[in-house]
């Protein structure tokens, strides 16, 4: 249903290795894969946990929601966009890979997904 615009903005990405849409309940909706380096599911599911606990301490110190995060490690970056509050954005890249255009990419996809999930 959506992998075409997780693919487009993927294969946009130097070092894009997968994307997926998911919910905060950890059901994937939608994914696409360049590799198969990591699983984009479990990736997307471990961060969530990471993403909801930085949404609640965004609310608890009343600076606005949390919409945005980057988890770099050695073997590989995320960038995590909320898109809605119920769904995110996982972008998994190589640890030399466009953070940056990822980011924008995501924030540019979100909008139009939300439409489309509600």
Known sequence: MFENRLKEALESVKGGEAVILMG???????SYEA?????????GMEFSVVLKEARKAAELLNVGPADEMTIRTDQMATVLRVVSDG???????????NVGKAKYLLRVLAPGLKEELI
């Open 87 to 97: 769904y995110f954005l996982a972008m998994a890249l190589a640890p030399e890979g």
């Open 35 to 43: 590799s198969q380096r990591w699983d984009i599911e479990t990736v």
């Open 24 to 30: 905060f309940d950890g059901i994937p909706v939608d």
